[in-house]
């Protein structure tokens, strides 16, 4: 069923539907000749782009080149000509996720919003030129249920290749939009599900996923042939049964770190995330996720560094063969990841050249490691980390905090699961020499009292059920929760660090113009200084930007690209950004290319003031609303937002009519009326349960009404 239909199962109740798409581009610009859809510079052109190093004029992978600094060295745009930066054109998304790395290639760009619906569009023009929509949700079951949506997208030879949430890889073709192969990368009933932007390098595709969170996951990542998707290998990132022998030398050294039968748990580990292309090693480096479940005392009897969870795993690109590893934190425990970005560079250390992997982890430390055999050089924190207080450059492990691994049933300490650094990828810039980390201050309780491998289960889908409950808050007399820091990954020393509004903040590019991009929650897309972090320009994106912005170059112009809309994981910390005012059903969600002299204009900015549902029959009943509320936390909220306050990523459900009745709220929460648009099903919930959810959704209401009286009073 189709967001039409429940329109009109929902008459009468007070939903907005999302805003048509259109562009608003400028007048002139909509009379230009459309361009030929094919301007393909050819293998030996896009190679050459995506080699570290090259001159900038694409940005054909997520991190621009193999080595994914986030740099270009364009310089068009530069300190000084910045402050005429304006817009060229905008082109609006529909709803769903629009926190999404794009891509650019010979003139076009290319984007995957929503769960993976690939649009590319002419650079210069904005004009739309295809649309593939491979209906993701509709075939995702459970795994809608993880859902976001895909962060990224990647080119090689003619095709683009995105990953979809129900596990497929595919191949479209990039002129003309058509899919040209598409394989499953794992099983329809396994809890596993991709958001992380495949990589293309050396005619193969290689890709991961998630699900560690909530299901007995095994990690793996899988490259496939680039031309016929026919899988070249799989490399698992821990072990399986022994009773079914190892699949290699790696996986039977892996299986002496872990304890008791850590397989029925899967172990964790996914590469949800992080994977870069060693080029001058022809090796591909893997970032490893935490362990499923989180607890170790549940899944490995609370013994052994449990390899290779929460590691940098170095396999060869040809085989898959392991080559090395460094595991970050040995035995994993608090849904600690090495799955943030890896920035190669060529550094000089002490007078010797060293070549290195830069990557700034979920444990707020920035490491600087030897990509040709995995030593690490150097750690340092670049916020405040209470669970270390530093890595002993010997041995590579952290000087861990007493009680770390809540081996007393409880543990309070910065940073969190969240990560000093999510996602949002950091940009490693060889002209300043720094790294800019988008970096985030947050303070975490881990408690696992009364919780035992005899009584631990997976709920199942979104269940949040970790073996370990974890509360994350604002470190008690801290106003910062986020800021914008500048690292000398030389000296391991900081340049510059400015506060941002809020915990949750957008990806950066670094570019040889000497100048930062970021964009932020409260709509700002910004360029700073990047020797001094002043901030030299500032345009309001019309939305929350915290996708990565890109820069190319076409006809001698360089352009700035960045797609603005609040997506991803916004969703629980709904509270946290409600200062934004931030709807899913009213935010702009768009494509945004700004030049040098663009004068193009946004339609204002509609800022979102929640108003509750008129819900004249309410009657309080705090048992069955409690009822209700353990569930939304379980099932619901990963979405809809902290005590029913959203973030942006799915509706504010006080707000929405649908709770009033009980057909409607069955319909959409127990039948799926709304798959198709990213809202799952829910088909276990009993009609007790559905009322249960629908009494705490209008207890929240009636909150809202009695708080917005009082502001008024
Ligand atoms: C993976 C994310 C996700 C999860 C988990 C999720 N939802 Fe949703 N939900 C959405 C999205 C996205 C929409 C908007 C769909 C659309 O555009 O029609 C939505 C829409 C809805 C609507 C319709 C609201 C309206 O005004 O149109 C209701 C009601 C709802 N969800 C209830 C729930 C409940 C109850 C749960 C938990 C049992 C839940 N959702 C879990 C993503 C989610």
Not at 8 to 13: D, Y
Not at 345 to 371: H, S, W
Not at 442 to 465: C, E, H, S
Request: charged residues 20%.
């Amino acid at each position: 069923m189709h967001a039409k239909t429940i329109g009109s199962l929902l008459l009468g109740a007070a939903i907005a539907l999302p805003p048509l798409s259109g562009c608003h581009a400028p007048a002139d610009n909509q009379n230009e000749r459309s361009p030929a859809p094919t301007r393909d510079v050819g293998p030996a052109g896009w190679r050459a782009q995506l080699t570290d190093g090259s001159n900038g004029r694409d940005w054909p992978a997520f991190g621009r080149t193999y080595g994914e600094q986030h740099y270009s060295p364009l310089n068009q745009i530069d300190t000084a000509t910045v402050k005429r930066l304006g817009l060229v054109w905008s082109a609006d998304l529909p709803a769903g996720n629009p926190a999404t790395g794009p891509i650019e290639v010979a003139g076009i760009i290319y984007t995957a919003t929503g769960y993976s619906v690939v649009r590319a569009f002419d650079a210069p023009t904005g004009k739309l030129l295809w649309t593939y929509d491979p209906h993701a949700p509709e075939v995702s079951g459970h795994k809608l249920r993880q859902g976001w949506g895909s962060r990224g997208i990647a080119y090689w030879n003619g095709k683009v290749y995105v990953g979809t949430q129900d596990g497929r890889l595919i191949a479209v073709d990039a002129a003309t939009g058509q899919p040209v192969w598409s394989v499953e990368t794992f099983g329809k009933d396994e809890q596993r599900f991709i958001s992380g932007p495949p990589r293309a390098f050396d005619g193969m595709v290689i890709i991961g996923h998630g699900g560690a969170d909530e299901a007995p996951i095994r990690g793996y990542a899988t490259a496939y042939d680039a031309e016929t998707g026919k899988q070249m290998w799989r490399f698992y990132t821990v072990p399986g049964d022994p009773a079914k022998g190892f699949e290699n030398k790696a996986m039977a050294m892996a299986a002496k770190t872990w304890s008791g039968p850590w397989w029925t748990y899967g172990g964790g580990g996914t590469v949800w995330n992080a994977i870069t292309y060693d080029r001058d090693t022809d090796t591909i480096l893997l970032g490893t996720g935490n362990g499923a479940p989180w607890n170790r005392k549940i899944r490995s009897q609370g013994k052994g560094d449990n390899l290779f969870l929460c590691s940098i795993v170095a396999v060869d690109a040809k085989t898959g063969a392991y080559k090395w590893h460094y595991q970050i934190n040995p035995g994993e425990s608090w849904d600690f990841n090495a799955a943030m970005d890896m920035e190669l560079a060529d550094l000089t250390i002490d007078g010797r050249p060293r070549k290195v992997l830069i990557t700034a982890p979920k444990n707020g430390f920035l490491y600087v490691i030897d990509r040709t055999d995995g030593k690490l050089i150097s750690a340092k924190p670049f916020v405040t980390t209470t669970w270390a207080k530093s890595i002993d450059l010997k041995t590579g492990r952290p000087n861990e905090a007493p009680n770390i691994h809540y081996e007393n049933g409880s543990v309070t300490f910065r940073p969190t699961p969240v990560g000093a650094h999510s996602w949002p990828p950091m940009a490693f810039s060889p002209q300043s020499g720094l790294v800019y980390i988008p970096a985030i201050d947050l303070q975490v309780t881990y408690d696992d009292r009364g919780i035992t491998p005899a009584n631990f289960k997976w709920i199942g889908g979104m269940a949040l059920d970790y073996g370990v409950r974890s509360d994350v808050r604002v470190p008690a007399g801290e106003k910062t929760q986020g800021y914008l820091v500048a690292w000398n990954p030389v000296t391991q020393q900081q340049a510059w660090r400015l506060p941002m509004a809020s915990h949750f903040n957008g990806g950066l590019m670094a570019t040889g113009g000497g100048l930062v991009f970021q964009g932020h929650p409260d709509s700002s897309f910004t360029a700073y200084d990047a020797k001094t972090g002043k901030i030299l320009w500032s345009a309001d994106a019309g939305a929350a930007v915290v996708a990565p912005p890109i820069t190319y170059s076409v006809g001698g112009k360089q352009y700035v690209t960045v797609i603005a809309g609040m997506g991803t994981s916004a969703g629980l910390f709904g509270p946290m950004l409600a200062k934004f005012g931030i709807d899913y059903r009213t935010q702009a969600r768009r494509v945004l290319t700004f030049a040098l002299d663009g004068k193009a204009k946004l339609p204002p900015r509609t800022r979102y003031t929640p108003k509750a549902v008129d819900d004249a029959d309410f009657k309080l009943d705090p048992a069955a609303a409690a009822a209700g509320e353990s569930i939304f936390n379980m099932r619901c909220a990963v979405c809809h937002g902290g005590g029913a306050v959203a973030g942006g990523t799915a509706p504010d459900l006080r707000t929405s009519g649908a709770i009033l009745s009980p057909d409607v709220f069955t319909s959409i929460v127990h039948d799926g009326a709304l798959v198709a648009n990213g809202m799952p099903r829910f088909e276990e919930l009993s009609a007790e349960d559905r009322e249960h959810l629908r009494q705490y959704l209008r207890t929240r209401a009636a909150d809202l009404k009695q708080a917005s009286v009082k502001s008024h009073e």
